[in-house]
T-cell receptor
Framework: DAGVTQSPTHLIKTRGQQVTLRCSPK?????VSWYQQALGQGPQFIFQYYEEEERQRGNFPDRFSGHQFPNYSSELNVNALLLGDSALYLC?????????????FGPGTRLTVT | DQQVKQNSPSLSVQEGRISILNCDYT??????FLWYKKYPAEGPTFLISISSIKDKNEDGRFTVFLNKSAKHLSLHIVPSQPGDSAVYFC???????????FGKGTSLLVTP
């Protein structure tokens, strides 16, 4: 049973460019959340997708957008990249029944903006 | 503002002893609390969780205690093993399956 997968593993972009990160949830999971983890910090919630709609959003600018596909996979898009967008981007999936709220994380995409 | 706080950046414990990691929160709407472990170059791994209707949850060597009146939770690892060395994150959410609010993490080192 494959866990959460993310691609690419690493990415280097130039300030002002746009980037798309991809995530496939764990089998049987229908909800995908995205987090940004800066160095030395805990993950910060960006947004969550459920039934192909953005269900909840954290305190991130509109430059951050996403999409969920019918197969529950998801994309995170960041426009007009800033140096401060350099971080580890984590995708997490969760099952239809909430349980105690556990989310299962992928290995992350390391984005470097130069 | 940081709603979940882990005030100890690091902790060192001898193998076989108890490790106690602490976490405080400010949002009284939080109902679910989770602990994650993270190794370098990997995503966080779910360890154990507790809902606000309980004050203790145990899973093998890991026990989480919740004190709602003090807005405090702790993770006990007994006995600690060298493989437990990692960064531990405390997280909380207002509703099951929704946004997780993380602390900054505590780096645990278990020495032989």
């Amino acid at each position: 049973d494959a866990g959460v997968t993310q691609s690419p593993t690493h990415l280097i972009k130039t300030r002002g460019q746009q980037v798309t990160l991809r995530c496939s949830p764990k089998s049987g999971h229908d909800t995908v959340s995205w987090y940004q983890q800066a160095l030395g910090q805990g993950p910060q919630f960006i947004f969550q997708y459920y039934e192909e709609e953005e269900r909840q959003r954290g305190n991130f600018p509109d430059r951050f957008s996403g999409h969920q596909f019918p197969n529950y996979s998801s994309e995170l898009n960041v426009n007009a990249l800033l140096l401060g967008d350099s971080a580890l981007y984590l995708c997490a999936s969760s099952p239809p029944t909430g349980g105690t709220g556990e989310q299962y994380f992928g290995p992350g995409t390391r984005l470097t903006v130069t | 503002d940081q709603q979940v706080k882990q005030n100890s950046p690091s902790l060192s414990v001898q193998e076989g002893r108890i490790s106690i990691l602490n976490c405080d929160y400010t949002n009284s709407m939080f109902d679910y609390f989770l602990w994650y472990k993270k190794y370098p170059a990997e995503g966080p791994t779910f360890l154990i969780s507790i809902s606000s209707i309980k004050d203790k949850n145990e899973d093998g060597r890991f026990t989480v205690f919740l004190n709602k009146s003090a807005k405090h939770l702790s993770l006990h690892i007994v006995p600690s093993q060298p493989g437990d060395s990692a960064v531990y994150f405390c997280a909380a959410s207002e509703d099951s399956g929704y946004a997780l609010n993380f602390g900054k993490g505590t780096s645990l080192l278990v020495t032989p």
